[in-house]
C-alpha cells in the first residue's frame, strides 16, 4: 500500500488548504484512513479519521474547521481545512490502517503565518 499526501502550501491565518491522500489501492478496502500531524518540535497528533463505513471523526479542537471525505472513484482521501491559524503549522501525514497493517504515507507541510 503506497500513500501520497499533497496540498500542503504556506497561507495566511483564516486561509484554506485541502490536503488529498491518493492512495495506491481501493479506500474502500481500508478500516480506517485518517490525517495526523506533526507541529514543529512537537509529537504527531491525531486530527481526524473516515471510517469504511463513511463515518467521520475529528479531534476535538479542530471539529467544525477541518473535514475530512473520500473519493472511492479516485482513491483519494481530502482534508479540507478552513480557517486555518498558526498554531496549524505542521507537517501532515495521512495514514490508512488494513487490517493489522497500519500505512503511513510522507508528509505534506503546512505553514500559516499570521
Known amino acids: 500500500v503506497q500513500l501520497q499526501a499533497s496540498g500542503g502550501g504556506s497561507v495566511h491565518a483564516g486561509g484554506s488548504l485541502r490536503l488529498s491522500c491518493a492512495a495506491s489501492?481501493?479506500?474502500?478496502?481500508?478500516?480506517?484512513m485518517g490525517w495526523y500531524r506533526q507541529p514543529p518540535g512537537k509529537q504527531r497528533e491525531y486530527v481526524a479519521m473516515?471510517?469504511?463505513?463513511?463515518?467521520?471523526n475529528y479531534a476535538e479542537s479542530l471539529k467544525g474547521r477541518f473535514t475530512i471525505s473520500g473519493d472511492d472513484r479516485e482513491n483519494i482521501v481530502y482534508l479540507q481545512m478552513n480557517n486555518l491559524q498558526p498554531e496549524d503549522t505542521a507537517v501532515y501525514y495521512c495514514?490508512?490502517?488494513?487490517?493489522?497493517?497500519?500505512?503511513w504515507g510522507q508528509g505534506t507541510q503546512v505553514t500559516v503565518s499570521s
Open positions: 495514514n490508512a490502517v488494513l487490517g493489522r497493517s497500519n500505512h
Open positions: 489501492d481501493s479506500i474502500l478496502r481500508f478500516t480506517l
Open positions: 473516515l471510517t469504511d463505513g463513511g463515518s467521520t
